[in-house]
């Protein structure tokens, strides 16, 4: 990449094995190097910044949007439970290729899913070339496998994801406390532990979550309740973490674990707004980003889940000042790149060359005000011009390639599932 934009001042970046190999002031590689088998990207009047992660998200729910408007969030969760039990793979490779082609096209270069047949997503994702963390998902109840049953598919996933190589990243999921056993809550803990791998659960989504778990185990919280089952440490990926007592803040920063917000599915169902941003950083929490699935966000797009926390967060704190820009900005890039174990989230060189190319050419740059409060509190998505994931480009000039065939399947997906 020639000519563009990094931190103000004009660069020329050049990218290898996917990975950002040299950073160097505008014109200065093709004066020491000759541009001989690259492929040369002129960047004038874009802007790089590290692509987003999306940090929490069920990716293939893009075909679900809407099924469960207006309603309360038990009624919801059970509405999703019920369309789920007729899901196949067809209709989550389209629906995660949908979700690509969005999260493309607003950014975000990495996503953190949890959701089923996560080998499908990981082929689909792969395909569209950006990096998926998917799981194995622990969820109990009436028409799943039991214990010992899902133990043994856990085992077979992470088996299989050893010849994955790159092209993903392998997770364990607890979907929460109140739909998992504590025997096998402990089980999964204990497993990602031994191979070294992400625990991503739902904690403290709701109160009457909290009120529930509480009830059923002598007065701890969620958070509380996984600290005593050895299911809390520096692997974890906490998402939601809404309903916190002093304790449960304490305890998640103590043991570093990742926590995860999600302001815009958690306005839309209710769930609660006021995460403990401040506290949850003060005690050593890694704070991170997401959008969530799209039958409750509706949509995949990082930008507007930035200006949403931060809008959010200032106003019921009443302090203009919480969460400033590069903060919240990290929250959508290395800290969540930080909670999957990724060299990626910033523009350096060594690091894995995520960038999004922003066309500055439109009324939401004019101001001469800081370029980040521009991008995230004036602009929209539709100013990433060009995304570059893993070092390949995977949307020039808002293009992307298979588009048109990933909506006509999709499509055809949703209609069978009607019927």
């Known amino acids: 990449m020639k000519n563009v934009t990094v931190d103000g001042c004009q660069r020329d970046i ?37 692509g987003f992660v999306n940090s929490h998200t069920h990716a293939a729910m893009a075909l679900m949007r809407g099924v469960g408007e207006d309603m309360l969030f038990q009624d919801w969760i059970k509405r999703i439970w019920d369309i789920e039990a007729g899901l196949h793979k067809e209709f989550v490779y389209w ?6 082609l969005e999260m493309i096209r607003t950014g975000t270069t990495v996503f953190n899913d949890q959701y089923w047949f996560s080998s499908t997503a990981r082929e689909a994702a792969a395909e569209m070339g950006i990096l998926p963390a998917v799981s194995y998902i622990f969820l109990e109840g009436e028409g799943r496998p039991d214990a010992e049953t899902q133990k043994a598919k856990c085992q077979k996933w992470y088996d299989a994801s050893l010849g994955w190589g790159d092209s993903a990243i392998f997770t364990v999921s ?25 625990l991503h659960i739902h904690v403290s989504e ?74 949850l950083k003060e005690a050593g929490a890694n704070l991170c980003l ?23 967060q200032k106003a019921w704190r009443e302090d203009p000042s919480v969460m400033p820009l590069d903060e919240l900005v990290a929250m959508a890039t290395e800290n969540g790149a930080r909670a999957l174990g990724l060299q990626s989230g910033r523009i350096e060189e060594g690091l894995r060359a995520d960038i ?6 439109s009324s939401f740059f004019l101001s001469p005000a800081p370029f980040l409060a521009n991008l995230v509190y004036s602009s929209h998505s539709d100013c990433i011009r060009t995304v570059i994931a893993g070092g390949k480009i995977v949307m020039k000039d808002r293009v992307i390639p298979g588009e048109e065939e990933i909506l006509a399947n999709a499509a055809n997906v949703l209609t069978q599932l009607k019927k």
């Open 356 to 361: 999004c190319l922003v066309d500055t050419r």
């Open 95 to 100: 629906g995660t290729k949908v979700a690509c």
């Open 14 to 50: 050049v990218i290898d094995g996917g990975k950002i190999s040299r950073i160097v002031q505008a014109g200065e590689f093709e004066k020491s190097f000759p541009t001989f088998g690259y492929d040369v990207l002129d960047c004038s009047s874009l802007t790089a910044i590290p």
């Open 206 to 279: 709701t109160l009457k979550e909290n009120q529930d778990c509480q009830a059923a185990h002598g007065g701890l919280s969620p958070v509380e309740y996984l600290d005593s089952l050895g299911a809390l440490w520096s692997d974890v990926i906490a998402a939601h973490t809404l309903w916190l007592s002093d304790n449960d803040v304490r305890i998640l920063g103590g043991h570093g674990v990742s926590c995860v917000h999600n302001i815009n599915s958690n306005l839309k169902l209710s769930s609660g707004y006021k995460f403990r941003y401040t506290e």
């Open 290 to 312: 997401g959008t969530d699935g799209c039958a409750s966000s509706n949509n995949l797009d990082m930008l507007e889940a930035m200006k949403t926390s931060a809008i959010v």
């Open 174 to 198: 607890v979907h929460s406390v109140y739909s998992v056993s504590e025997n096998l809550i402990k089980w999964a803990a204990e497993f990602a532990r031994d191979h070294g791998i992400k």
